[in-house]
């Protein structure tokens, strides 16, 4: 049954259709890497800017050397360590490949994923497929085929259903293209693993790194206004706005639910692995929750817990920027 699921998909992507499918971080958008009418149907799917350069997946390493121009030393070591799994590399792209693919930089990100569908999907299509996260631009991260079909309908040729992603936030991207590894996104693995895995601090990402679109500001957005704030404020500021007639929907880490009438409550885990697996499907369900703003209890300021900082802020950024009718 999964098998015919598999060759479906790469009957589809062959014919430059586009196929989303689970990944251990989120469902991918994919299309054949090679083929540019194929890559710009994920454009117009998610409504993305062009210039906004994609993730291409590999079923393995070995395969690197296929689209860049050096495999430098650092990024062989954290290819060694944490492939496959929930990293992407920025390398030195070959010339051949689409500026579509690349949003025109010298540089492609690359990441092999470890999650057994995208892996037999990526052996048995035997290419590169380009995949960004299976969401209309700037909205949250689809970490179900449900969700997948509800933020791009009719866009996508064909869903393989892998059931809930595992890791359930964004890979972590490190830039090993420059002098010095730089972070350009947090993700599960964390600084920390990264610095120990190549014994030197990673830079910070500044000026000279290439442009990482998707990691502006505003990002991971759902369509209710949401507010990121400490514990206590969520209570003061979900009483008061409740008095005033508003609906309010909070994520908290406390199952200490206060009695307020109406609240849309619900408990993340206090373990960071759970709430991140549980993040962008409970943003889901509170935004369809018909409540006028989500308050969101800071999580701690620890490093396990920096990739959902990182998601969060972004939520709340993109919210000041929406309408909040
Ligand atoms: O976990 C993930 O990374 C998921 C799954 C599907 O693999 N993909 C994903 O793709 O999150 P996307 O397109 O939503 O985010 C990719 C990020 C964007 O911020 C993009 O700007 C950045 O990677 N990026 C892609 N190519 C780049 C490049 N050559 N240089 C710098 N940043 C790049
Ligand atoms: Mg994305």
């Known amino acids: 049954m999964q098998r015919d699921e598999i060759a479906r998909a790469v009957e589809v992507l062959r014919a430059g259709g586009l196929v989303a499918f689970p990944t251990e971080t989120v469902y991918g958008l994919g299309a054949d890497a090679s083929n540019d009418t194929a890559v710009k149907k994920i454009y117009a799917a998610k409504g993305r800017p062009r210039n906004h350069p994609l993730i291409v997946h590999l079923a393995c390493a070995e395969a690197v050397s296929d689209w860049v ?86 866009a996508v040729d064909y869903v393989v259903d892998g059931g809930a992603c595992e890791v359930g936030i964004e890979s972590t991207i490190v830039d090993v293209s420059g002098a010095r590894p730089a972070l350009l996104r947090p993700g599960t693995i964390t600084a920390e693993q990264l610095e120990r895995e190549l014994g030197i601090p990673l830079a910070a990402a500044g000026a000279a790194s290439p442009r990482a679109p998707g990691t502006l500001a505003k990002h991971y ?27 309010v929907a909070v994520l908290a880490r406390s199952a200490r639910r206060p009695v307020i009438p109406g609240i849309t ?60 009718t």
């Open 69 to 154: 121009v050096t495999f430098p030393e650092p990024a062989r070591r954290l290819a060694a360590r944490f492939w496959p799994g929930p990293l992407t590399l920025i390398l030195k792209r070959r010339a051949e490949i689409s500026d579509l693919v690349t949003g025109g930089q010298d540089t492609v990100a690359l990441r092999v994923p470890s999650h057994r569908i995208a892996q037999a999907l990526l052996s048995a299509f035997g290419g590169g497929i380009a995949a960004p996260s299976a969401n209309r631009y700037g909205r949250v991260s689809a970490t179900t085929a449900e969700h997948v079909r509800s933020e791009l309908g009719g």
């Open 221 to 247: 957005a759902p369509q209710t206004p949401l507010m990121l704030m400490e514990a206590d404020l969520v209570v003061e500021l979900a009483a008061s706005m409740t008095r005033q007639g508003s609906r």
């Open 265 to 324: 409550w619900v408990a993340a885990s206090s373990d960071p692995a759970s709430y991140a697996h549980d993040l962008y499907a409970n943003l889901r369900a509170l935004d369809g929750a018909g409540c006028s703003a989500i308050l969101v209890e800071a999580p701690p300021l620890e490093p396990a817990w920096a990739a959902i900082h990182d998601r969060l802020t972004r939520a709340a950024a993109g919210s000041a920027t929406t309408d909040a």
